[in-house]
Every structure is written in C-alpha cells, then in structure tokens.
C-alpha cells in the first residue's frame, strides 16, 4: 500500500527526490514520515510532515539539506535529499501513522513501504 521510489547512485555533493505513493487509505488522514537503515544500524529518523504538510520534524543529520513534502491530490509523500553525504547511504523507508500530526518515533507509524536504496559515493 506504500510504494517509495526515487532511489539509486549519486555522488556526494548530488540531489536525489523520493516518493512514496499510498494507496487504498485516505492519504490526508496520516502523518507521514521517513527513516533509514543502513547495515549494522538502528533505524534511524529522518523526517515526519504531518497530513496537511505542515509543521515538518528532521533528523539533526539531515537538517538544512532535506525537504520532506507531500501532495494530498496525489496521495504522495516526497522527500528532496541535497549535498548528499556518503554517510546518508541507506535504504529508506517511507511510513504512514493514523496520528495525523508529525511523529519522529518509528513505533508510531503503522504502515511501512518496501524501501528504497540510496547509495552515495565520495
């Protein structure tokens, strides 16, 4: 029901955009977020909008260089990712919560997408 996309090899210094569409729920009920895991690491926080894409939340490492937004008429979450680092190499994850209001806590969120691998060369 969630399906992110938008993910491939950059080079540090390079823009990526994810998506993340949800279907079959109304979008505009749920906060939205997203979170990473890279190997050998906890899931990490990165970024919660709540429904109508107000009042974003970042994680400290991604703060200044992503954007977390979501277009209700398409059902769709976005996050723009710039001066990528090499260690924001992960695969990401976009979330949907029933609390509609930004939650930065991944025990919050109910619904998962199948994630999407950003990888980020020095």
């Known amino acids: 029901q969630l399906q992110a996309s938008g993910g491939g090899l950059v080079q540090a210094g390079s823009s990526l955009r994810l998506s993340c569409a949800l279907s079959g729920r109304m979008f505009s009920s749920y906060g939205m977020g997203w979170f990473r895991q890279s190997p050998g690491r906890a899931r990490e926080f990165v970024a919660a909008t709540d429904w109508s894409g107000g009042l974003p939340y970042y994680g400290d490492s991604v703060k200044g260089r992503f954007t977390i937004s979501r277009d209700n008429a398409k059902n769709t979450v976005y996050l723009q990712m710039n001066s990528l680092k090499p260690e924001d190499t992960a695969i990401y994850y976009c979330?949907?919560?029933?609390?509609?209001?930004?939650?930065?806590?991944?025990?919050?969120?109910?619904?998962w997408g199948q994630g999407t691998q950003v990888t980020v060369s020095s």
């Open positions: 979330a949907a919560s029933r609390i509609i209001m930004a939650t930065t806590s991944s025990r919050n969120y109910h619904y």
